[in-house]
């Protein structure tokens, strides 16, 4: 049967071209069916305050670092929403006087927006994924206790050498958020061009992605609009570098965390669903993690919301 053409885009494919049962009983979990999705290799945790669900995320950090030595060097790879953890990982550094130098702590960047030349766009970009991790947490950080730049890992300039530093340097944890495009940093959904006008790419096809540049969904491109820059759609690029597929499954662990006001009740559903089923789609990015040997989806309750009919 041929799949539906998409409601949003129809020159891409997205979770709009899945089969309408399939989405019918992702809108109708409840919040104990979302719990209930867990199985060995998928996770499923509920936290009832947001200082408990942004503690827990920080803590990922100082987890990861504190397992890191200059013979095993470790780290994490960390989104650009949520932010609210960052300023809670830098204070907990300070009090623990956890040295990021001396234990050769690693740090990634999941992504960076490009400029038209698909040339990463400076530090000093208001939007710059750099600048925040910087100014939210790393700055804050005692430089007595700092790991050195050349820890600090941004997808610009040599891709291949960002790319290549997974396999020298262990990935404790790569911590994301959902995107309503249903992705992990920029890994979107295929464009519906070429030989994949029918059908979108298999998976395995996607999971050889590695990093790199790529073009982003429109429904990325409003998203960021409406959570980084109050709506103004012309300042956000509409491509970016982002790690791929191929380092994610270098990471120990992928953790997602749903505070909710990065996707809908609806998407946060759909993707935990589709993992726990084992049901891979690349129109649904996220569903792929259900590959992942250890994948943890985290949500802030009172974030989950329902799916139902509310005239506003």
Not at 102 to 120: I, L, Q, R, T, Y
Not at 217 to 229: D, K, L
């Amino acid at each position: 049967m041929a799949r539906a053409i998409s409601k949003v885009a129809p020159n891409w494919w997205d979770y709009t071209t899945l089969d309408e049962q399939l989405l019918a009983d992702a809108a109708s979990l409840t919040v104990r069916d979302l719990e209930q999705l867990s199985r060995p290799g998928f996770t499923v945790r509920i936290y009832d305050t947001l200082e408990a669900f942004y503690c827990a995320q920080a803590l990922e950090y100082i987890t990861a670092w504190q397992q890191s030595t200059p013979d095993n060097p470790c780290g994490i790879c960390g989104p650009i929403g949520p932010t609210e953890q960052l300023p809670l990982v830098a204070q907990m550094v300070n009090a623990m006087g956890l040295d990021l130098g001396k234990c050769d702590a690693h740090f990634w960047g999941m992504d960076e927006w490009v400029d038209e030349n698909d040339k990463p766009v400076p530090v000093d970009f208001p939007l710059s994924f750099a600048k925040a991790d910087h100014e939210l947490c790393f700055d804050r950080i005692k430089p007595e206790l700092m790991m050195p730049d050349s820890n600090l890992h941004f997808p610009v300039g040599d891709l291949k050498a960002y790319s290549d530093s997974y396999d020298a340097v262990r990935c404790k944890v790569m911590q994301g958020g959902q995107g309503e495009v249903k992705h992990w940093a920029f890994n979107d959904p295929p464009r519906r061009e070429g030989k994949y006008i029918e059908q979108p790419p298999t998976p395995d096809e996607y999971r050889q992605l590695g990093t790199r540049v790529t073009g982003l969904h429109p429904m990325t491109v409003i998203q960021n609009a409406r959570t980084s820059g109050g709506g103004y759609v012309p300042q956000v690029p509409t491509r970016a570098c982002t790690v791929g597929p191929m380092e994610t499954w270098k990471a120990d662990r992928v953790s997602i965390w749903h505070p909710g006001h990065h996707d809908n009740p609806f998407g946060i559903r759909l993707s935990a669903f589709m993992i726990s089923k084992r049901l891979m789609d690349t129109s649904v990015p996220m569903s792929l993690l259900a590959d992942h040997p250890d994948v943890i989806f985290s949500y802030y309750r009172h974030g989950i919301g329902d799916v139902c009919v509310q005239m506003h």
